[in-house]
């Protein structure tokens, strides 16, 4: 079953500090994966994937295929940074059905 | 910019009773999304669609949810009748196609649904 674990439903760090919001997944084949992230009063938006491998307002995430894992992680918090943010894989080819996790909010206090 | 539009923004029912959301999609986008995103938890997709026709329904409640793609363009999502647990946010989503390279999904603004 494809099952996406994201174990931190909330995560609160000071600005300027490092980030690193953790996602595991169970998938089957060689899926792509992505985050996707939510700021207040806003709409579910691409933040980044990880075939492109950019960064992308200061954040990156490595895929690790050995632990399934694609933690994303930011070195300094900005305040601009709190939201709520969604890990997701996909199949690489065909219907490309997202499975999202169950988020993780973000809170990046001054 | 024109994104995706849906509409309305909130809806507050009594169970039992029939609502219906619409969605309209990135001009030139040819497949279109619905989520159901439950308070807590991340969206899930209820159903998607290749210009009109259905690519993946198998997490939609079918004895009570329907939705349709007339024309290829707009979507209704119908959830007839309702229950509590039916409360939640319905996301639409487009992207531009589906198959090969990924493509990008882009996202509305949501109907908020309390069911009472």
């Known amino acids: 079953a494809q099952r996406v674990t994201q174990p931190e439903k909330l995560l609160s760090v000071f600005k300027g500090a490092p980030v690193e919001l953790k996602c595991n997944y169970s998938?089957?084949?060689?899926?792509?994966l992505f985050w996707y992230v939510q700021y207040s009063r806003q709409r579910l938006q691409l933040l980044l994937r990880h075939i492109s491998r950019e960064s992308i307002k200061g954040f990156t995430a490595d895929l690790n295929k050995g632990e399934t894992s694609f933690h994303l992680k930011k070195p300094f918090a900005q305040e601009e940074d709190s939201a709520m943010y969604y890990c997701?894989?996909?199949?690489?080819?065909?219907?490309?059905?997202?499975?999202f996790g169950q988020g993780t909010r973000l809170t990046i206090n001054p | 910019e024109a994104g995706v539009a849906q509409s309305p923004r909130y809806k507050i029912i009594e169970k039992r009773q029939s609502v219906a959301f619409w969605c309209n999609p990135i001009s030139g986008h040819a497949t279109l999304y619905w989520y159901q995103q439950i308070l807590g938890q991340g969206p899930k997709l209820l159903i998607q669609f290749q210009n009109n026709g259905v690519v993946d329904d198998s997490q939609l409640p079918k004895d009570r949810f329907s939705a349709e793609r007339l024309k290829g363009v707009d979507s209704t999502l119908k959830i007839q009748p309702a229950k509590l647990e039916d409360s939640a946010v319905y996301l639409c989503?487009?992207?531009?196609?589906?198959?090969?390279?990924?493509?990008?999904?882009?996202f509305g603004p949501g109907t908020r649904l309390t069911v009472l």
């Open positions: 989503a487009s992207s531009l196609g589906w198959g090969g390279f990924y493509n990008e999904q882009f």
């Open positions: 997701a894989p996909i199949h690489r080819w065909g219907a490309q059905k997202l499975v």
């Open positions: 998938y089957s084949g060689s899926p792509e």
